[in-house]
């Protein structure tokens, strides 16, 4: 059977672009390859830059009803589309159908954000600051603008940026992780079959020629990154020292803290669904639990309990709640954690290494490990699988330490009863986004996602207001007109008025 070339989208259709470089894409589920993406030279790269730079300058004065209307017709496309976009993200990535599915339901919310652009690109007024003299202010685009998304969540990370971008007047290329590549092209044929002009989005794949083109390209003036902390330092540094404004999202290691107080049962669920979730390749994913002084046995018991019953397989399966990991190197990287944890002296309560898995793909089962300590390259480092870590610790303020020494600051949740102990935990802990008795605490599309720390490079998170912010730059007009008696012009008024 041949395999498919996997080409890029630039002004408005796809195309296959010059490049001779591809790169393999492959079925998880099945170990087998379905595609061969093309890897972008600088010249591909270019053609996309320039048909974006070329539609910026109708498109930045477009009105926002015009925006709003066809950002509208774009999100029932996509809502009408999803069983098919999740299709392709299940067969690159892995993920079961739900799964897919709900990354497109929160991508949604932010282009349902991005269409009330009129609302969110209101400036302010001042008037008669001085005698004759008045003041406004408004937000403008700021030309074309670039988003490098990673492979964990093929739909919904582009749908960070694109929406809120498009709105406020910029153009965009996008450039999707090359191990999950098919899914943006559809989402770039449904924009384009909303209406939008052609080169408003672009799609181009490649590696790291194409990224490092993005990044130095005179014609870029800004760039939107998620992905591991060093890539994000690394983009981050590159894109600013070629004069770019930079969001870079980087690593995490989400801890979820549980009181002695809490719900047991609530908490063990919890801990499960986000440490499990999507294999555990989510930015957002548990991978620590604490739990404080007498909830430990039975937390661990509860936990081990639940995750012995997760069913493994093939995404496309009714039956299956957890998939494989997104490449074999990846699956053996993570694997190699579970070995490394259990030599350190940490206790394997569940083996993802002999659970009983299909034959064909990169499967890995779940793992819990308890007594996990600080030290422990498994606790440090971002795994990015399905292996959940539990330390234990005596009291509250053992927890809090552990958060503070931690590079990273990404999310993390609070299990407990006690309502004074949540207020004081939001207050003391040094992470951007905060869940108390939510595992996943992702904010809605009209607050801003992102973490502190080495979590984040550059100064705004990720959509909502902040994503406005980012997209557009501050100018304020300050206005003297004469009054009528003193004009040179006719203004037509009756003598005496």
């Given at each position: 059977m041949s395999i498919p070339r996997?080409?890029?989208?630039?002004?408005?259709?796809?195309?296959?672009?010059?490049?001779?470089?591809?790169?393999?894409?492959?079925?998880?589920?099945t170990g087998r390859q379905v595609g061969s993406v093309s890897l972008a030279t600088q010249a591909d790269v270019d053609?996309?830059?320039?048909?974006?730079?070329?539609?910026?300058?109708?498109?930045?004065?477009?009105?926002?009803?015009?925006?709003?209307?066809?950002?509208?017709?774009?999100?029932?496309?996509?809502?009408?589309?999803?069983?098919?976009?999740?299709?392709?993200?299940?067969?690159?990535?892995?993920?079961?159908?739900?799964?897919?599915?709900?990354?497109?339901?929160?991508?949604?919310?932010?282009?349902?954000?991005?269409?009330?652009?009129?609302?969110?690109?209101?400036?302010?007024?001042?008037?008669?600051?001085?005698?004759?003299?008045?003041?406004?202010?408004?937000?403008?685009?700021?030309?074309?603008?670039?988003?490098?998304?990673?492979?964990?969540?093929?739909?919904?990370?582009?749908?960070?940026?694109?929406?809120?971008?498009?709105?406020?007047?910029?153009?965009?290329?996008?450039?999707?992780?090359?191990k999950t590549p098919s899914a943006a092209l559809l989402l770039a044929d449904l924009f384009y079959q909303a209406g939008f002009?052609?080169?408003?989005?672009?799609?181009?794949h490649g590696d790291k020629e194409a990224v490092g083109h993005l990044l130095e390209h005179p014609a870029i003036d800004a760039v939107s990154f998620v992905g591991s902390t060093p890539v994000a330092r690394d983009i981050h540094q590159t894109a600013t020292a070629n004069g770019k404004r930079v969001q870079a999202l980087g690593g995490?290691?989400?801890?979820?803290?549980?009181?002695?107080?809490?719900?047991?049962?609530?908490?063990?669920?919890?801990?499960?669904?986000?440490?499990?979730?999507s294999a555990g390749q989510r930015c957002m994913a548990v991978s620590v639990v604490v739990a404080v002084g007498a909830s430990a046995d039975q937390l661990v018991d509860a936990i081990a309990m639940r995750t012995e019953r997760i069913s493994?397989?093939?995404?496309?399966?009714?039956?299956?709640?957890?998939?494989?990991?997104?490449?074999?190197?990846?699956r053996d990287r993570v694997e190699s954690y579970i070995g490394a944890a259990e030599s350190d002296g940490a206790v394997v309560v569940v083996d993802g290494r002999t659970a009983s898995l299909p034959e064909d793909g990169f499967f890995l089962g779940c793992t819990l490990l308890d007594a996990v300590g600080p030290k422990m390259s498994v606790y440090k480092?971002?795994?990015?699988?399905?292996?959940?870590?539990?330390?234990?610790?005596?009291?509250?303020?053992?927890?809090?330490?552990?958060?503070?020494?931690?590079?990273?600051?990404?999310?993390?949740?609070?299990?407990t009863r006690d309502g004074g102990a949540a207020r004081k935990f939001t207050d003391q802990v040094e992470v951007g986004m905060v869940g108390i008795n939510v595992p996943i605490p992702v904010p809605v599309a009209h607050h801003s996602f992102g973490g502190w720390k080495n979590s984040l490079f550059g100064d705004t998170h990720m959509y909502g207001p902040e994503g406005i912010q980012f997209y557009t730059r501050g100018q304020v007009v300050t206005t003297r007109w004469p009054s009528p008696e003193n004009s040179s012009v006719d203004l037509g008024f009756p003598s005496g008025d």
């Open positions: 996997i080409g890029y989208h630039i002004g408005g259709r796809r195309t296959g672009g010059e490049s001779l470089r591809a790169g393999p894409v492959f079925n998880p589920a053609v996309a830059v320039e048909s974006a730079r070329t539609a910026t300058v109708e498109w930045s004065r477009s009105s926002s009803g015009a925006r709003s209307k066809l950002l509208f017709r774009f999100r029932n496309l996509v809502e009408e589309n999803a069983a098919a976009l999740a299709s392709l993200v299940t067969e690159e990535h892995g993920k079961v159908t739900s799964d897919a599915l709900g990354e497109i339901s929160r991508g949604l919310e932010c282009v349902e954000y991005a269409c009330n652009v009129g609302d969110l690109l209101a400036g302010s007024y001042s008037s008669q600051v001085a005698t004759g003299v008045d003041v406004h202010s408004a937000r403008r685009p700021l030309g074309v603008v670039a988003g490098i998304t990673p492979f964990n969540f093929p739909l919904m990370v582009p749908l960070w940026m694109i929406p809120n971008a498009i709105a406020c007047g910029n153009t965009f290329i996008l450039k999707p992780s090359e002009p052609e080169g408003v989005l672009n799609v181009v995490a290691k989400n801890h979820m803290i549980v009181l002695p107080d809490a719900d047991i049962d609530l908490a063990a669920d919890a801990a499960v669904s986000a440490g499990y979730g493994i397989g093939d995404g496309t399966s009714p039956q299956s709640e957890m998939g494989p990991l997104i490449t074999r190197e990846h480092e971002e795994v990015f699988g399905p292996v959940l870590c539990v330390v234990r610790v005596d009291t509250y303020d053992d927890a809090l330490a552990l958060l503070r020494d931690s590079p990273f600051g990404n999310g993390v949740a609070l299990f």
